[in-house]
């Protein structure tokens, strides 16, 4: 099976400090991708990649940066964390063309105090 | 642009019975996926079932079933013998699927409580 992990299940932050969420994927997937998940808003996408060193802006990129340097990690990076931040993010995997759909990590809760 | 909504945020049911949780969407396109994810409270998020449009058979995974009604553009999932482990929170979701840039794009969800 895929595995998808993220490398904190839970994180609390102080506004303003530089906040690095990552992820790791086991099963050489092209595609990686971070959400936010917050009550009655759903997943919303931050950003994606497609491969190594690519990255594209999803629906709710502001404040948020990602790094993708090797094919297998995803980081997500947010530069100055403030409170309106704090949810639940979601690392996905897919292969290039994702007709069988994403996997999943466990998630991130993040608060920022 | 695509969109997937879930009109039901919140149900409960006793265990054993039967659940059926709606999904519309919205596209112009012929062919595309449909997906039915599962996030159970503080666990992973996992996929319960798909659909591929072209197909008219209904896709079934054991106790989950769906009804597929393209012309409507519907997607409901139907959970029989409900169990205790059903208890999470249920995901529509659609994909255009022909390009690379496609994404998965998610409804809002429909928290599921199964009552013992």
């Known amino acids: 099976d895929v595995k998808v992990t993220q490398s904190s299940r839970y994180l609390v932050k102080r506004t303003g400090e530089k906040v690095f969420l990552e992820c790791v994927q086991d099963m050489d997937h092209e595609n990686m991708f971070w959400y936010r998940q917050d009550p009655g808003l759903g997943l919303r996408l931050i950003y994606f990649?497609?491969?190594?060193?690519?990255?594209e802006k999803g629906d709710i990129p502001e404040g948020y940066s990602v790094s993708r340097e090797k094919k297998e990690r995803f980081s997500l990076i947010l530069e100055s964390a403030s409170t309106n931040q704090t949810s639940m993010y979601l690392c996905a995997s897919s292969l290039t063309w994702p007709n069988y759909g994403y996997t999943f990590g466990s998630g991130t809760r993040l608060t920022v105090v | 642009a695509q969109t997937v909504t879930q009109s039901q945020p919140e149900m409960s049911v006793q265990e054993a019975e039967t659940v059926t949780l709606s999904c519309t969407y919205d596209t112009s396109e012929s062919n595309y996926y449909l997906f039915w994810y599962k996030q159970p409270p503080s666990r992973q998020m996992i996929l319960v079932i798909r659909q591929e449009a072209y197909k008219q058979q209904n896709a079934t995974e054991n106790r989950f079933s769906v009804n597929f009604q393209k012309a409507a553009k519907s997607f409901s999932l139907k959970i029989s013998d409900s169990q205790l482990g059903d208890t999470a929170m249920y995901f529509c979701?659609?994909?255009?699927?022909?390009?690379?840039?496609?994404?998965?794009?998610f409804g809002k969800g429909t928290r599921l409580h199964i009552l013992p």
């Open positions: 979701a659609f994909m255009k699927g022909m390009n690379r840039d496609d994404k998965i794009i």
């Open positions: 990649s497609y491969d190594v060193k690519m990255k």
